[in-house]
């Protein structure tokens, strides 16, 4: 089982209406992440510029390490695609990283990067589901005893009678 796919992210401009279009007259989004033809070479730094779209090839990699991010996304309502992205003032905006880690999509948000998300395929989930099956064994649980200042009579009034 390989662990890594193409895919091909899709942005489009979307025009900006009310009080926000102040300034801008567009905003970009991810229109679409769709895996790319097994046969078809798509290089991480593919970027076209077509009537307002941009397309770009990006690799999703899974790492034994991010094994709880794959379970939470699969087990979330709606299993995503996470996808980075980057705009420089003025020019096309750039996907950077796919993930299917909630994890690494945290992390990514976190760093104050811009992340959106899509659903995932039915083939790419069940692609993460038999890994995450393979290679993630959820920690065990432990109850966790507190200092308890009643015991061994401790802090006990005795009562007289």
């Known amino acids: 089982m390989p662990n890594s ?30 895996e790319a033809a097994p046969d078809l070479e798509q290089a991480a730094d593919t970027l076209v510029d077509t009537d307002a779209v941009a397309v770009a090839g990006l690799n999703v990699e899974l790492h034994k390490s991010e094994g ?20 420089e003032s003025g020019e096309m905006p750039v996907p950077w990283v796919a993930t299917v880690s909630y994890n690494e999509a945290g992390r990514m948000l ?10 995932m395929s039915e083939p790419m989930r069940a692609w993460l589901q038999e890994f995450t099956d393979a290679h993630y064994v959820p920690e065990v649980r432990k109850k966790v005893k507190r200092n308890d200042p009643f015991k ?5 009034r005795e009562v007289k009678t």
């Open 68 to 87: 709880e991010g794959y379970w939470l996304n699969l087990n979330s309502p709606a299993p995503c695609v996470f996808v980075m992205w980057r705009q």
């Open 5 to 34: 796919r193409s895919v091909i992210v899709e942005m489009r401009q979307r025009p900006v209406t009310g009080v926000a279009s102040r300034w801008a007259t567009h905003q970009w989004a991810i229109a679409s992440v769709r």
């Open 152 to 156: 061994d009579g401790a802090f006990r």
């Open 110 to 119: 976190d760093a104050g990067e811009k992340v959106e998300n899509l659903p």
